[in-house]
């Protein structure tokens, strides 16, 4: 099925304006001290400072030493699969960025315990900071098990929409990668659909497998493993940055 043969977006295009609220909470149960002591010292040092308007970032400049690449994770959660990723790749700069602030504080301890280096961190909504990235400066973007907004009337409020696809595809490189998983199915559908009808994207799959089964590089998570313990089997979408057509 070819883009113009793609059948129409459920909930259709009006339900997804630019002003939205992507998260929930900013603040769960109370932080203990020590997390306290990491948010008021060590976020600093790691938080993302955005450019005056009508400039960009230099993402590689962000990070104290030098990396062969940057990439960016939109609501990292607990920071488990940031960190390992970080760990794993230490020429690469990533860049996380999530509101939530206990999930900021438990990425903070795996940077602190892991002395990495090669880590930055947006705790605000992450649409300024997509807004603030120049073209074709990223090589992945992940969104990995995002609030599924299941009513109807919330849906509006999902990250994925074609504005949101868009500026994702505008600041991959070409070659760059967008990764989505989710344990909701029809988040995964509604991604897919959107995703497609990019024409900056590309899916990679080439057999159901493809979708059903994790990267190879995949730490897990364990919002993932609480996920498959209730039965519900995640998704795994890929798509390339290509040339608009």
Same mark, same amino acid.
């Given at each position: 099925?070819?883009?113009?043969?793609?059948?129409?977006?459920?909930?259709?295009? +009006?339900?997804?304006?630019?002003?939205?609220?992507?998260?929930? =909470?900013?603040?769960?149960?109370?932080?203990?001290?020590? /997390?306290?002591?990491?948010?008021?010292?060590?976020?600093?040092?790691? =938080?993302?400072?955005?450019? &005056?308007?009508?400039?960009?970032?230099?993402?590689?400049?962000? #990070?104290?030493?030098?990396? !062969?690449? *940057?990439? @960016?994770?939109?609501?990292?959660?607990?920071?488990?699969?940031?960190?390992?990723?970080?760990?794993?790749?230490? =020429?690469?700069?990533?860049?996380?960025?999530?509101?939530? *602030?206990?999930?900021?504080?438990?990425?903070?301890? +795996?940077? !602190?315990?892991?002395? @990495?280096?090669?880590?930055?961190?947006?705790?605000?909504? &992450?649409?300024?900071?997509?807004?603030?990235?120049?073209?074709?400066?990223?090589?992945? *973007?992940?969104?990995? $098990?995002?609030?599924?907004?299941?009513?109807?009337? /919330?849906?509006?409020?999902? #990250?994925?929409?074609?504005?949101?696809?868009?500026?994702?595809?505008? *600041?991959?490189?070409?070659?760059?990668?967008?990764?989505?998983?989710?344990?909701?199915?029809?988040?995964?559908?509604?991604?897919?659909?959107?995703?497609?009808?990019?024409?900056?994207? &590309?899916?990679?799959?080439?057999?159901? !497998? !493809?979708?059903?089964?994790?990267?190879?590089?995949?730490?897990?998570?364990? $919002?993932?493993?609480?996920?498959?313990?209730?039965?519900?089997?995640?998704?795994?979408?890929? #798509?390339?940055?290509?040339?608009?057509?």
């Amino acid at each position: 099925m070819g883009r113009d043969e793609l059948p129409p977006l459920p909930g259709g295009d +009006a339900a997804e304006g630019a002003d939205r609220a992507f998260f929930g =909470r900013r603040k769960g149960k109370r932080l203990r001290a020590v /997390q306290e002591q990491r948010i008021a010292e060590l976020l600093p040092t790691l =938080r993302v400072a955005l450019p &005056a308007a009508g400039t960009h970032l230099d993402p590689r400049a962000l #990070f104290p030493t030098p990396v !062969d690449e *940057v990439w @960016l994770e939109i609501g990292f959660g607990g920071g488990e699969h940031l960190a390992a990723q970080a760990s794993a790749n230490p =020429r690469v700069g990533i860049i996380g960025a999530e509101p939530f *602030v206990n999930g900021v504080a438990k990425l903070l301890r +795996a940077v !602190d315990d892991g002395a @990495l280096r090669n880590v930055r961190v947006w705790d605000e909504d &992450a649409t300024a900071l997509l807004a603030a990235i120049p073209d074709g400066a990223l090589s992945r *973007v992940y969104l990995l $098990y995002p609030d599924p907004w299941p009513k109807r009337r /919330q849906r509006k409020r999902r #990250f994925v929409s074609p504005e949101s696809l868009g500026e994702i595809a505008r *600041v991959l490189k070409p070659g760059g990668v967008f990764r989505f998983a989710s344990d909701i199915d029809d988040y995964a559908g509604w991604t897919l659909v959107r995703a497609r009808r990019c024409p900056g994207f &590309a899916w990679t799959a080439a057999s159901a !497998d !493809d979708w059903r089964l994790a990267w190879s590089d995949w730490p897990g998570t364990r $919002y993932e493993a609480k996920a498959l313990a209730a039965g519900r089997a995640p998704t795994y979408l890929e #798509f390339r940055r290509v040339a608009a057509v």
